[in-house]
């Protein structure tokens, strides 16, 4: 019904900068809330940012004032820039949204991206 494509992981210097992007494709549905979430090897999944569709915006507290959340709901695509990069940010980022069904609105379900690696180099 849904799938969600990330893109723009990559390696990267620590202190640089990448922009990932994750693309929700499919018909007749409709989308609320979306994220991002991350995991490292070895360390539980972690709470990135998430963004509802009127763009009120929650981070982590590892990310906070350094990724920035966004999203573009006519192309159903939301977006993390992510600033100052650490070798700690090193983890597969996978990207969640709630979708609604056209046929049924009342019925929410949670979907998840394959994920992108971003790598951080010291």
């Known amino acids: 019904q849904v799938q969600l494509v990330e893109s723009g992981g990559g390696l990267v210097q620590a202190g640089g900068s990448l922009r990932l992007s994750c693309a929700a494709s499919?018909?007749?549905?409709?989308?609320?809330?979306m994220g991002w979430y991350r995991q490292a090897p070895g360390k539980q999944r972690e709470l990135v940012a998430t963004?509802?569709?009127?763009?009120?915006?929650n981070y982590g507290d590892s990310v906070k004032g350094r990724f920035a959340i966004s999203r573009d709901n006519a192309k159903n695509t939301v977006y993390l820039q992510m600033n100052s990069l650490k070798p700690e940010d090193t983890a597969v980022y996978c990207c969640?949204?709630?979708?609604?069904?056209?046929?049924?609105?009342?019925?929410?379900?949670?979907?998840w991206g394959q994920g992108t690696q971003v790598t951080v180099s010291s």
């Open positions: 499919g018909s007749d549905f409709s989308i609320g809330s």
């Open positions: 969640t949204a709630r979708v609604r069904p056209r046929s049924s609105p009342i019925v929410e379900y949670g979907y």
């Open positions: 963004i509802t569709s009127d763009a009120r915006i």
